[in-house]
């Protein structure tokens, strides 16, 4: 296929000029993209620039105000999901919701699975029908087995298999890459690849640009709300991208700051979790950032979450300033200085139908009791002092969190833990799904925290960001730390041969 | 679920060019619409019915709503963390049973009415470690516990009354303040009320309570003991209980298995009318306070109207289904209207452009 003409494909879908709000919340001002039959459009924008409200338009979970929706040639205003499958749309969530009791088969077909002559589900022909899904896909997979357990990239692999038994001319992939490792990236873009040459239309939604620049033909970028310009990705700059979407230029994007480093606050000494990790040592100290590397599953988050006491340890034991850890009591950890940003900030970062200030007040609801009552003024005054510190874009402090954009609540989440003004600052994926502009502010933030004496312990899946802000790299390898890398120790392939290669640590 | 929660944000001031986005303010929440609903109802009740306005009414009224009122206290803290507690009414009609059987074995009527809220506790113990610490599902453990404590009460007492308690203290269940009708226990009943407002508005457990309501994880993550808090929920449960079917036992004087048989359906209503959230993470001590004389001052009025009991529970079984359906229609309704305005606005826009 000669993807110099994408331009003279068909149209499959085009949207223009969409307009959604929620109450005063206006979260699409100019929602407008155009998709060719044979293309990958990647679309690009910072958090809060509209891309999910866009995506839940073309799913058929919104229905937009305003605008000209057209799919296949045809004006649509899609009422419901069953409505955007109907005239072939499908999208593919970052994590996808399969039923863990069926099997992979019967995750594809439900609801539509093949009957016999009785009327009973045919079982036989589901799974061979299944079958050659998988194999037009070009991967490996049992049909036949429960969908509990599997990966995350091999259950979105599934809803894609789900998206072409629809025959789905339209696939929206929402963030697939975000919870996958490098090999798992590379496999779905291979199946996108194929998808596109056999005339699908793919839109890809990436924070990493050089998934964009690698999959994509064209790129559209949006900034706050609205539609902003598209691209040939051959004929664009990864810089360029980034100035359409914060509408300025970023010239670093690891301001790191050397720190002096003071007195072990953090050690964790022979940590050990059945089945999860085992041997795990090492030491945090006072103005020092120390990253803990790793593919995903590599058991980096399980290890922070022992360390916290979320989860319960078998063996080892953690100290904080000198102080030993009771394990699994994270209030214990909290009343010894630790604080911990959680990957999932939605799910456990936030209570996100609770205001501004209740989330960021949260771990402080000890401090404020006067006599066992809380003061209410306090807690507000404590909470709009952390917002301003952090820059937080809200109208007021009884805002709930859940109409913040994803930049602005992960600034609650760490404004609710710089509350409580740790000694260990623990954070996991600090910049997962968030926008370049508030990616450099967290980062820059990080950094004056180090300056100012604190231990931090980050958890990154990307090697850039670990690389850049760290100033030790622990890599971790099926549950084992495989290597400590110095910064200046520390490459992409000292770090990914650590990552993948356990057998051949320290000989 | 967020598109309902913000949908539920006030909409007057929707593209009014401000982004000033307020909580519901306390004027129009769902606490005070309950507290104007009530208002309504009794002013429509003091006219239209004869008998209503007056002491006796007001007497009878606050009496009959007392046990509820106690028991819809610890529920609405249970229901807020999305767990729930059917066998309230068993643990009353347990603690009635135990009272009656102690007094009529010779027991001091204090040392009675002691183990009997012994009898309570217990029954609150025995709940809250199979759902705080075993882990199992509420509902079931409840309904559970619904049948084991109303067999229990059967086995302490049998199928007998008894009837013969001290006059002083039966009197003084139901005596009232002066001549205004107000009766006496309402005064530690309050007590218990202004207790759990202020626990679950104005303390860390209370904040804890909404935290879990919402998301077990993020509760999780800012230390709160999950299991410990549930746990205190259902001992206080029971104790609350077991306190309701005594003064029950004392206001009827009369100690039976099958006392206060039901009641868990009025209190469970109360709650949800009064704006707690089934779902849980929402709810107000006032709004529930509201709820309760609500319910309890129109099952007054239809029995004062000479409906029979059978009615009574049906129109509680409705009153139930619509407070869990009501925040979906005002939702809906909000969302509407913020459409209607929307398109309004911009039929005016096109217009204004045509003019120019």
């Known amino acids: 296929m000669q993807h110099s003409t994408v331009y003279e494909n068909a149209l499959a879908l085009s949207l223009h000029g969409a307009m959604k709000t929620f109450g005063p919340v206006v979260a699409l001002a100019d929602g407008t993209i155009e998709l060719r039959a044979g293309e990958i459009m990647a679309l690009c ?64 077909f439900i609801g539509r699975q093949p009957k016999n002559r009785l009327g009973l589900i045919d079982h036989g022909r589901m799974r061979k029908n299944a079958a050659t899904l998988f194999e037009r896909l070009g991967v490996p997979m049992d049909p036949a087995r429960r969908a509990e357990g599997l990966s995350i990239a091999d259950q979105q692999l599934i809803e894609i298999a789900k998206a072409i038994s629809l025959d789905a001319k339209i696939l929206v992939m929402d963030e697939p890459t975000a919870a996958l490792s490098g090999v798992e990236v590379d496999r779905l873009f291979k199946v996108a690849r194929s998808l596109r040459d056999a ?28 539609y902003i310009d598209t691209h040939l990705t051959r004929d664009v700059t990864v810089e360029r991208i980034v100035r359409d979407m914060v509408g300025r230029d970023v010239d670093t994007l690891f301001p790191k700051t050397e720190a002096a480093l003071g007195e072990t606050v953090l050690a964790v000494d022979k940590l050990g979790r059945k089945g999860v990790f085992s041997n795990i040592s090492f030491e945090v100290r006072a103005g020092e950032i120390v990253a803990l590397a790793g593919l995903v599953g590599a058991g980096r988050t399980e290890v922070a979450r022992a360390i916290f006491g979320i989860d319960k340890r078998d063996a080892g034991s953690v100290t904080v300033a000198g102080k030993a850890l009771p394990p699994g009591n994270p209030q214990a950890a909290i009343t010894s200085g630790i604080g911990f940003v959680p990957e999932d900030r939605r799910k456990q970062g936030l209570v996100m139908d609770l205001s501004v200030a209740r989330n960021t007040a949260l771990t402080l609801r000890h401090k404020f009791s006067r006599f066992g009552l809380i003061d209410g003024r306090a807690e507000k005054r404590t909470a709009a002092t952390w917002s301003r510190k952090l820059q937080v874009k809200t109208s007021s402090m009884d805002q709930a969190v859940s109409t913040l954009s994803g930049g602005n609540q992960q600034k609650v989440v760490l404004a609710k833990w710089l509350a409580t003004e740790p000694k260990v600052l623990i954070i996991d994926e600090p910049t997962r799904g968030i926008d370049v502009g508030t990616k450099s502010e967290v980062h820059r ?18 090697l850039p960001e670990v690389l850049g802000m760290a100033d030790r790299v622990l890599v971790m390898h099926e549950g084992l730390i495989t290597a400590q890398l110095d910064r200046n120790e520390a490459t992409p392939e000292s770090v990914m041969y650590a990552a993948t290669a356990s057998q051949e640590k320290n000989s | 679920m967020s598109e309902s929660a913000t949908a539920t944000v006030d909409t007057s001031q929707a593209l ?71 066998s309230v009414a068993s643990i009353a009609g347990l603690s009635s049973a135990v009272l009656g059987v102690m007094w009529a074995g010779g027991a001091n009527i204090w040392v009675s009415m002691a183990i009997a809220l012994f009898v309570g506790l217990l029954a609150g113990i025995f709940n809250g470690v199979l759902i705080a610490f075993v882990g199992l599902p509420s509902l079931a453990v409840t309904i559970g516990t619904l049948a084991l404590f109303r067999g229990l009460a059967l086995v302490v007492i049998g199928d007998n009354a008894v009837a013969n308690f001290p006059k002083e203290i039966t009197a003084f269940a139901s005596s009232k303040i002066g001549t205004t009708g107000i009766p006496v226990m309402v005064i530690p009943v309050l007590v218990v009320v202004v207790f759990f407002g202020l ?52 206001r009827y004087t009369s100690a039976r298995s099958d006392n206060a048989s039901g009641l868990e359906l009025t209190v469970i209503a109360a709650v949800l009318l009064g704006g707690v959230s089934i779902f849980g993470g929402k709810g107000s001590v006032p709004g529930v306070l509201a709820g309760v004389l609500l319910i309890g001052s129109l099952n007054y009025a239809l029995r004062l109207g000479r409906v029979s009991d059978v009615v009574l529970v049906t129109v509680t079984g409705l009153l139930l289904i619509a407070s869990v359906i009501a925040p979906s229609i005002s939702s809906a309704i909000s969302t509407w209207r913020h459409d209607q305005k929307l398109r309004r606005q911009l039929s005016d826009e096109a217009t204004a452009t045509a003019v120019n």
């Open chain 1, 45 to 108: 924008g910072e958090n809060g620039a509209g891309k999910s409200t866009l995506v839940k338009i073309l799913a058929g979970v919104h229905a937009p105000d305003t605008g000209e929706f057209i799919v296949a040639g045809q004006h649509c205003s899609f009422k419901s999901v069953a409505d955007s499958k109907a005239m072939g749309v499908s999208v593919i969530y970052q994590e996808p919701t399969l039923f863990p009791d069926l099997s992979v088969a019967e995750n594809i």
């Open chain 2, 199 to 250: 626990l679950l508005h104005k303390t860390a457990f209370g904040r804890g309570l909404y935290a879990m309501g919402y998301s077990k994880d993020a509760a999780h993550f800012v230390g709160i003991n999950e299991g410990r808090s549930k746990f205190w929920l259902y001992v206080a449960s029971g104790l609350v209980s077991a306190s309701a079917g005594i003064f029950w036992t004392l």
């Open chain 2, 16 to 86: 009014s060019g401000t982004q000033d986005v307020r909580g519901p303010r306390w004027y129009t929440g769902r606490d005070a619409i309950m507290v104007y609903i009530l208002v309504v109802f009794l002013l429509y009740a003091m006219i239209t019915i004869p008998r209503f306005a007056t002491p006796v009414t007001t007497g009878f009224l606050l009496l009959d709503v007392i046990p509820t009122l106690l028991i819809a206290m610890p529920m609405t803290l249970i229901i807020i963390t999305g767990e729930i507690d059917l």
């Open chain 1, 199 to 226: 005339g699908a239309a793919i839109l890809f939604i990436s924070h990493r640009f050089n998934e964009v620049m690698d999959l994509s033909n064209r790129i559209t970028v949006m900034r706050d709300g609205r």
């Open chain 1, 445 to 462: 933030l990080i950094n004056e925290l180090a300056g100012h004496g604190m231990a931090i312990l980050m958890i990154s899946s990307e």
